[in-house]
């Protein structure tokens, strides 16, 4: 919603990287976030990273932001069976006193023993 | 408790009739926020409490749905006289401001189905 897009799908065997695209159009946003979603499951937050930053790592995740072109991406390192989810981004715009946030409509990641 | 909690996990109603969703939030967390999820969509934003009072309710979609919250703690959302297009997951999230970071937690929803 509010232009932030992902694409629908992503396919991977085990053991390689996947890499999860985020588009969004809005250049006041602040954060940008990382959601993992399981099946009947609400929102986990993955990591999130500040809009003036380029890189951020943590463990197996690596956030990459290119603030110029509005692309924000996920990478999982050695993607395993169990990292199988809807995976959302996410924006926090600021709106008089409070955040208001953008979601994508999810990726679907599939992993394939 | 540890986390945001939604209630009832699952609710199946008739058309027409009213339906009450309840959550709570983690405590402390002054700022709660409620979406819609329709099947294979993203997150649509209803509305936003900072305490008990809503800044922004621009995304109930109609007069049907309205939301309260007491005691700057647990907030019912309530779905009057529903329809068929109001099937989906209804997600709570709430957070807490560090400074202009916002770290929102989400509960696990209620998936409502009306016949």
Known sequence: ?113 | GAGVSQSPSNKVTEKGKDVELRCDPISGHTALYWYRQSLGQGLEFLIYFQGNSAPDKSGLPSDRFSAERTGGSVSTLTIQRTQQEDSAVYLCASSLRRGTQETQYFGPGTRLLVL
């Open chain 1, 1 to 113: 919603g509010e232009d932030v897009e992902q694409s629908l799908f992503l396919s991977v065997r085990e053991g390689d990287s996947s890499v999860i695209n985020c588009t969004y159009t809005d250049s006041s946003s602040t954060y940008l976030y990382w959601y993992k979603q399981e099946p009947g499951a609400g929102l986990q937050l993955l990591t999130y990273i500040f809009s003036n930053m380029d890189m951020k790592q943590d463990q197996r995740l690596t956030v990459l932001l290119n603030k110029k072109d509005k692309h924000l991406s996920l990478r999982i390192a050695d993607t395993q069976t169990g990292d199988s989810a809807i995976y959302f981004c996410a924006e926090s715009r600021p709106l008089y006193n409070f955040n208001k946030f953008y979601f994508g409509s999810g990726t679907k990641l599939n992993v394939k023993p």
